[in-house]
Nanobody, 125 residues
Framework: QVQLVESGGGLVQAGGSLRLSCAAS????????MGWFRQAPGKEREFLAA????????YYSDSVKGRFTISRDNAKNTVYLQMNLLKPEDTAVYYC??????????????????WGKGTLVTVSS
């Protein structure tokens, strides 16, 4: 059974940093992509970043490019999201997900077949 467990959320002041972790189990993740999404209250889910383990490729949304960095630790089956220069508008529940397919399907979330339960990030002004 595939499980994804996010951690590292919390309260941070604007301009600060947080690193989210997503511990994965139950699948050979070298063949799959891992991604981070977020959902703010009253808003739709938003793609943030994805990494394809075997290809060592990453993809970022324009809204976080240059501020957020996705990385992985293969030995720990863990994906990270380093978030710098946080803004109040970054406040949301952050989810990790895993799946495969085209970048378009991964970014839309349609290609992700397992999701974590999320971790809350609150950025105060």
């Amino acid at each position: 059974q595939v499980q994804l467990v996010e951690s590292g959320g919390g309260l941070v002041q604007a301009g600060g940093s947080l690193r989210l972790s997503c511990a994965a189990s139950g699948r050979t993740f070298s063949s799959y992509a891992m991604g981070w999404f977020r959902q703010a209250p009253g808003k739709e889910r938003e793609f943030l970043a994805a990494i394809v383990w075997s290809e060592r490729r990453t993809y970022y949304s324009d809204s976080v490019k240059g501020r957020f960095t996705i990385s992985r630790d293969n030995a720990k089956n863990t994906v990270y999201l380093q978030m710098n220069l946080l803004k109040p508008e970054d406040t949301a529940v952050y989810y990790c997900a895993t799946g495969r397919g085209t970048w378009a399907r991964l970014i839309s979330g349609e290609g992700m077949d397992y999701w974590g339960k999320g971790t809350l990030v609150t950025v105060s002004s």
